[in-house]
């Protein structure tokens, strides 16, 4: 029984913060992503497996810097010194979108690194090109925009209609290796694509038309007997109930605010015919997200309610900490964002955002039209809906009235014969 391990999306470049490590001088949110890459290079190489499948996504910029291509080798060299067949898919992140540019894999391909295959255009690997591993591999790297219309010969005219001629055309390729393959061999499917019926971290549905999506049915053939998926952030079995497993791992971190709440993971699945184990390993030491939000709804003691929509100081060691406020425009002075700072400082780091509420438009009462009212009375509304009430209201209309000559209401309710009973 074969097994592999499966993780995909490291984007291991993803320095989004500006802190640096003294010692090396890499961004310290990349060493979070190369801790979780070193355990699962670790893991490979202590359990012996016999493949491991990397799906796509190794950076997140198509050209990485040469420190990045150097941190992310260095890691497939352990994998090739220690004779472990590697797979790398190339992902959209790793691809350019200029035809005929290199990917980000390249250089692997080009050296000829032993053991190790990067897989830039839809094939079937059989065993002698895994090393001998008794396995089939169909594998589909991301198609680009330019590359399906290029394969079709097609305009981007209609882009609904390209995506679909391309998801026929992929599914009769995969069929027809479905088809030829050796039946006593597992068959792998592995693919750097969105499917239908799959969500994002975020809970947001894949939608048709955004890009090139692989229909339910593909990846869910009873001949396959692992579906080994990247490209979406959110760990997620597609088929929890049937054979194949279909497998999005998720990214070997948190990306960003959207994926605060989820667990990291990669894969270890025990392979053969019609029955396949898998092992969901979660990352450990993965750093912590605090995403909070707040409305006010008072302006006492404002600092002590923006501290309280936060964990103690001590829940917050290392945490990477965003607090949103909304308040009415004119609060604006009354938020501290210094003490919030002083809070949250044992933080990795802390972003407030600022959501000033917008004044709600000025309605009439439904009896009225705005002719028939004078320029005091609509001064008046115009007042109690920016909260002024009482005696500076009763001030400011005086004021106003003598400016233009016009008694306020409440004086022309004193004038008014009625008044007396």
């Known amino acids: 029984m ?113 053991h190790v295959r990067v897989v830039d255009r839809p094939r079937l690997l059989k065993p002698p090109e895994l090393d001998g591993v008794p396995l089939q591999v169909i594998a589909l790297p991301w198609m680009s925009r330019s590359g399906i219309l290029a394969q079709l010969g097609a305009s981007a005219a209609d882009l609904t209609q390209v995506y679909a001629e391309m998801e026929t055309i992929l599914s009769e390729l995969v069929q027809g290796w479905l088809d030829a393959a050796d039946p ?32 339910g049915s593909l990846v869910r053939d009873p001949r396959l007997d692992y579906v080994a998926l990247g490209h979406i952030h959110k760990p997620q079995n597609l088929n929890p109930n049937g054979h194949p497993p279909v497998i999005y791992p998720g990214s070997i971190e948190r990306l960003d605010y959207g994926e605060s709440a989820e667990d990291k993971f990669f894969v270890i699945a025990h392979v053969e015919r019609s029955h396949t184990e898998v092992e969901w390993r979660q990352l ?91 320029p005091i009375e609509l001064l008046e509304i115009y007042l109690k809906a920016n909260h002024i009430e009482g005696e500076e209201l009763q001030a400011l209309l005086k004021l106003a009235g003598s400016m233009i000559g016009q008694p306020t209401p409440e004086e022309e309710q004193r004038r008014s014969p009625l008044s007396n009973g």
């Open 2 to 114: 074969p097994t592999l391990l499966h993780f995909a999306d490291a984007h291991i470049d993803m320095a989004n913060y500006g802190r640096h490590d003294p010692q090396t001088g890499l961004p310290v949110r990349v060493l979070d992503y190369l801790k979780s890459l070193d355990t699962i290079v670790d893991t490979a190489i202590q359990e012996r497996v016999d493949l491991v499948l990397f799906a796509g996504d190794a950076y997140k910029d198509r050209t990485p810097a040469p420190t990045f291509q150097r941190e992310w080798g260095r890691r497939i060299m352990r994998l090739s010194h220690a004779g472990i067949p590697t797979l790398l898919l190339v992902g959209n992140h790793d691809l350019s979108p200029a035809l005929g540019r290199a990917h980000a894999l390249e250089s692997l391909d080009t050296l000829e690194v032993p």
């Open 284 to 374: 450990t030491g993965i750093r912590p997200h605090v995403i909070r939000r707040i409305q006010l709804t008072s302006q006492k003691d404002v600092s002590e309610a923006l501290r309280s929509a936060l964990p103690p100081p001590g829940e917050l060691e290392g945490a990477i900490v965003r607090l949103t406020v909304e308040y009415p425009r004119d609060w604006e002075a009354a938020i501290d964002e210094s003490a919030l700072k002083d809070h949250a400082a044992r933080a990795f780091d802390f972003r407030l955002v600022r959501q000033p509420l917008a004044e709600s438009r000025i309605r009439l009462p439904q009896d009225q039209a705005i002719g028939s009212l004078t």
């Open 184 to 215: 006593s061999l597992p068959m792998v499917l592995t693919a750097h694509a969105s499917v239908v019926g799959a969500t994002y971290g975020a809970e947001r549905a894949v939608m048709l038309g955004s890009d090139l999506v692989l229909p």
